[in-house]
Each structure stands twice: as C-alpha cells, then as structure tokens.
C-alpha cells in the first residue's frame, strides 16, 4: 500500500517512478531448424521433404498443404542447426596450404616495440 502511495507522489512531483522489470525472454537460436520425419504410410510431399532440412520459422505446418493422408503421423526432428556434418576440410583433419600443425601465434603483449639503448 505504501509503495503505491510513493509512487503516486513521485508522479505528481514528476519524478521517475522506478520502472517495472520484465521477465527475462529466452533467447531464441536463429539458426534451429526441422526435418520432416516421414510417417508409416506418409504422403509423397512429405517423402520429398524428408532429406532437407529447413529453418524452423520457414517450416511448413504439419499436415502438409498437399497431403492426402486422413491421418498424418509425420513429425518434425529439431536440429541446433540447418547443417550437416563439418564445414571446413580442417574439422575433418585435412591439413590445407600444407599446414598441418598447431597456431604459434605469440599471445603477448602487443604495442610498440621495445626502446633501442
């Protein structure tokens, strides 16, 4: 009750009510994505979209536009990513400008160089 009360009073005097804190939103990952998983006996536009994998914002709805099944049992298989597999011949230990080893790069300081005496 008095809390209220105070901040009445320091909207009246046009001071800042202190403002409400909103519940943290969960971060979304803008890279998930689906594949369509096939049911038992799935329709052919669900066959055909089994191997790809799509952004989930760009998936379609499940039961498909063009499906002909009365009961649809195709599901969706969540992925952290639209990817397969590794990127880079270096994920998969192929060494490239014949480069093969470690980075021995120096993590010091860097700046100017030290003065001549």
């Excluded at 943290?24 to 096939?38: E, F, G, L, Q």
């Amino acid at each position: 009750m008095a809390s209220i009360l105070i901040s009445r009073a320091k909207g009246l005097f046009g001071l800042q009510a202190e403002p409400a804190t909103a519940p943290a939103k969960k971060r979304i990952n803008p890279h998930h994505a689906v594949s369509i998983v096939p049911g038992p006996r799935a329709c052919a536009a669900a066959r055909d979209l089994a191997q790809r994998r799509l952004l989930s914002r760009e998936a379609p709805p499940l039961p498909l536009k063009d499906c002909d099944r009365t009961a649809c049992q195709c599901r969706y298989e969540h992925h952290e990513d639209r990817r397969k597999g590794p990127r880079r011949a270096s994920d998969i230990g192929v060494a490239v400008d014949a480069h093969g080893g470690d980075d021995h790069r120096v993590t010091g300081k860097r700046g100017r160089r030290k003065p001549e005496r």
